[in-house]
């Protein structure tokens, strides 16, 4: 296999992971959103989550990690 198609492999499967992982987040901070809606008894109106920012930055941990925002 050329190197060129063992690459392009390589970062379709990074941007897939990438992908798998942003879905995974936007769940979870449409679960929070839920939540506290109807803690305060909202309506989410449009029923979505955008991402406004990714960047690398570090967890409570010290570990570099991607932050969404």
Do not use: I
């Not at 990074?14 to 803690?39: H, P, Q, T």
């Not at 990714?54 to 990690?65: E, H």
């Amino acid at each position: 296999m050329p190197w060129t198609e063992l690459l392009s492999l390589l970062a379709m499967l990074a941007g897939g992971c990438l992908w798998f992982d942003s879905f995974k987040s936007r769940e979870a901070g449409m679960r929070a959103v839920r939540a506290a809606c109807a803690a305060e008894e909202l309506l989410l109106l449009d029923d979505t989550v955008a991402l406004a920012s990714l960047r690398p930055a570090r967890d409570d941990a010290g570990r570099l990690r991607l932050r969404r925002v």
